[in-house]
């Protein structure tokens, strides 16, 4: 986690332009023209946790930056107006082409992203999913491949992602292959 204001990038005031846009406390700024605070809220964002038949984990190859060609799990941002499981269900849907059919909640984890040379600060939700049968996957949207990793082989250090790569490493501890993983 950088350890410099959320919002230190953010020098001019989003409500009236002042310059005189500073720090209130440690999580928000105060503009001293116009009073306007902003509070920086964590993005919220959903990933998909799939293994197959085989003990296999979906993951996917990220094919953008931040991270790119490190192994991730489907997932992303959720959109404004959209509950988490909207999110979940379309996410699944535009990166790897499959409908869930079942799913419930792991857990969450807190991240930090770099988009467009800005840290947002994330709240990852951890989903484990059951796709429909028989679908075909596909690699789409910002994802460069899929491939099933036997989950006894998984890597944390080959997920890109600090709070993807901190799940994959207690997924694997937590769940014995013996384990049946479907929602």
Same mark, same amino acid.
Request: aromatic share 4%; with cysteine.
């Given at each position: 986690m950088p350890t410099n204001h959320p919002l230190s990038d953010f020098h001019f005031c989003p409500h009236c332009g002042s310059p005189r846009f500073v720090p209130c406390n440690a999580h928000s700024k105060r503009c001293e023209a116009c009073g306007f605070t902003f509070y920086p809220n964590a993005a919220a964002a959903t990933v998909a946790v799939i293994v197959n038949? *085989?003990?296999? =984990?979906?993951?996917?190859?990220?094919?953008?930056?931040?991270? *790119?060609?490190? =192994?991730?799990?489907?997932?992303?941002?959720v959109d404004p107006g959209e509950s988490l499981t909207e999110g979940l269900l379309r996410e699944v849907r535009e990166e790897v082409g499959a409908e869930v059919e079942a799913f419930d909640f792991i857990e969450s984890r807190p991240n930090t992203y770099l988009y467009s040379g800005h840290v947002v600060h994330t709240c990852d939700s951890f989903f484990r999913c059951r796709l429909r049968a028989g679908e075909a996957l596909r690699p789409a949207d910002d994802v460069a491949a899929l491939r099933y990793v036997a989950i006894a082989s998984l890597q944390p250090a080959d997920f890109g992602l600090p709070s993807v790569s901190a799940f994959v490493a207690s997924f694997k501890e937590r769940y014995p292959a013996e384990d049946d993983l479907r929602p």
């Open positions: 038949d *085989r003990h296999e =984990l979906l993951c996917t190859v990220r094919g953008r930056e931040p991270h *790119r060609g490190t =192994l991730d799990l489907p997932g992303g941002f």
